[in-house]
């Protein structure tokens, strides 16, 4: 079957840096997406890796090793909005997410 | 960049109501949309994937005659909760692509907070 597993919550410092990792086990694989998601919000787009490797975008980073089927999102210099769910989801070989049931992340100052 | 528009943003009726939820790519087409819900500290759940001049695929345990899809552009998808009932209040979120290809995000709408009283 297929199946995403990601921490169900962490807690980080504000300023410091927390990186919140996803495995995965799907039929087929064209990639991995992170999303943030707020309370009461609809998710937005944070990161695409299809590659091995890491990709930096600012404060965020998204890692992905295809042998090892796991990633992991990379948050740097911590802010308080950056409070949220972080889900990863993996596309298949139909080109379906399969999501993750999602990372809470608390940052305390 | 790629914008959906989901309305309305909250909806409060009475039990047995229909409710109809919009979903709308504004500046791309989207050959399909997809439905979720989500439940208060849980995560999306894919109710069904619908696509433009077909029939919508449900995901199982999603009543079809309950949650009724329809496609009819390349810009809009409707969900209607038929009856609705105090257990299908939930959040519900669609999203877009704008292409079958799995390099493109899905879109998200900013979702519709149903409460069924």
């Known amino acids: 079957g297929q199946n995403i597993d990601q921490p169900t919550e962490m807690t980080a410092t504000e300023g410091a840096i927390v990186q919140i990792n996803c495995t995965y086990q799907?039929?087929?694989?064209?990639?991995l997406f992170w999303y943030q998601q707020h309370a009461g919000e609809a998710p937005t787009f944070l990161s695409y890796?299809?590659l091995d490797g890491l990709e930096e975008k600012g404060r965020f980073s998204s890692f992905l090793s295809r042998s090892k089927g796991y990633s992991y999102l990379l948050l740097k210099e911590l802010q308080m909005k950056d409070s949220a769910s972080y889900l990863c989801?993996?596309?298949?070989?139909?080109?379906?997410?399969?999501w993750g049931a999602g990372t809470k992340l608390i940052i305390k100052p | 960049g790629a914008v959906v528009s989901q309305h309305p943003s909250w909806v409060i009726c009475k039990s047995g109501t229909s409710v109809k939820i919009e979903c709308r790519s504004l500046?791309?087409?989207?050959?399909?949309m997809f439905w979720y819900r989500q439940f208060p500290k849980q995560s999306l759940m894919l109710m069904a994937t619908?696509?433009?001049?077909?029939?919508?695929?449900?995901e199982q345990g999603v009543e079809k005659d309950k949650f009724l899809i329809n496609h009819a552009s390349l810009t809009l998808s409707t969900l209607t909760v038929t009856s609705a009932h105090p257990e299908d209040s939930s959040f519900y979120i669609c999203?877009?692509?704008?292409?079958?290809?799995?390099?493109?995000?899905?879109?998200f709408g900013d979702g519709t907070r149903l409460s069924i009283l």
């Open positions: 999203s877009a692509r704008d292409r079958e290809v799995g390099n493109q995000p899905q879109h």
């Open positions: 500046d791309f087409q989207a050959t399909t």
């Open positions: 619908s696509n433009e001049g077909s029939k919508a695929t449900y």
């Open positions: 799907t039929s087929g694989f064209n990639g």
């Open positions: 890796n299809v």
């Open positions: 989801a993996a596309v298949d070989s139909n080109y379906q997410l399969i």
